[in-house]
């Protein structure tokens, strides 16, 4: 966020009308728009120094692919939101992105208003699809979830104890509900449901919501 709480945006695409054109909606919306880059590396490096709340990225970039881009800047900082913009609503296209740490995946031909609502959304870790999209990650986090999980040396006896309410929270979260949809459900606020996620996230010594749903789904907590 920056001094005046306006949360801080980076724009990143190669067509310079398109990036301009978004970077003003934004601005005009009341996002700081601290950054904007028309390549890949040129992206990482006024990433690392803008430090952004989030990315908003394209994936078809020259110098170093959309995909390596967030891959880079979320393993450095994990707190960073990526917003996928991309013109391909290609499956694998979705998939890599949230492999490689993707917070949402919007298709650029939502209106001004569906992206404003996306950023602000991802802004605060809710992950924001198009739609149809959303169903295809769930499924793919399921497949995830059913192959074995790199070893850890620990047993899940030695897991973590989360309270109830960290529990009820993961469930849903597994279930592919939003944090607007998990408040709404458990009648509690937006900000609480955030507050629980990261502090499962801090206790499961996991870095993202991908992690944390195949963790859940792993436990079944996704069929209860």
């Known amino acids: 966020m920056s001094e005046h709480g306006q949360i801080k945006v980076m724009v990143v695409d190669d067509h310079p009308m398109w990036r301009d054109a978004v970077a003003r909606d934004l601005a005009e919306a009341g996002f700081d728009v601290v950054a904007t880059a028309g390549d890949g590396e040129q992206a990482v490096r006024r990433a690392q120094a803008a430090s952004p709340d989030v990315l908003v990225l394209d994936l078809n970039l020259p110098a170093k692919p959309g995909v390596q881009v967030c891959k880079e800047l979320v393993g450095a900082d994990p707190r960073l939101r990526v917003l996928v913009l991309s013109a391909s609503g290609e499956h694998a296209d979705v998939l890599e992105a949230v ?4 917070t949402g995946y919007l298709l650029k031909s939502a209106s001004t208003g569906e992206l404003i609502d996306a950023v602000r959304r991802t802004a605060v870790g809710d992950p924001v699809f198009t739609p149809g999209l959303a169903g295809l990650v769930l499924g793919e986090y399921r497949r995830l ?5 790199p070893a850890t040396g620990a047993d899940k006896s030695d897991a973590p104890r989360l309270t109830e309410r960290e529990t009820e929270v993961l469930r849903l979260v597994a279930k592919g ?12 606020s937006h900000r609480t449901v955030q507050n629980h996620v990261q502090n499962t996230l801090g206790k499961l010594q996991l870095h993202n919501r991908v992690e944390l749903v195949r963790y859940a789904i792993e436990r079944g907590l996704d069929d209860v």
């Open 99 to 102: 492999k490689s740490g993707a």
């Open 145 to 149: 979830a059913g192959e074995p999980a």
């Open 177 to 188: 509900l939003s944090y607007k949809q998990i408040a709404e459900r458990l009648v509690i």
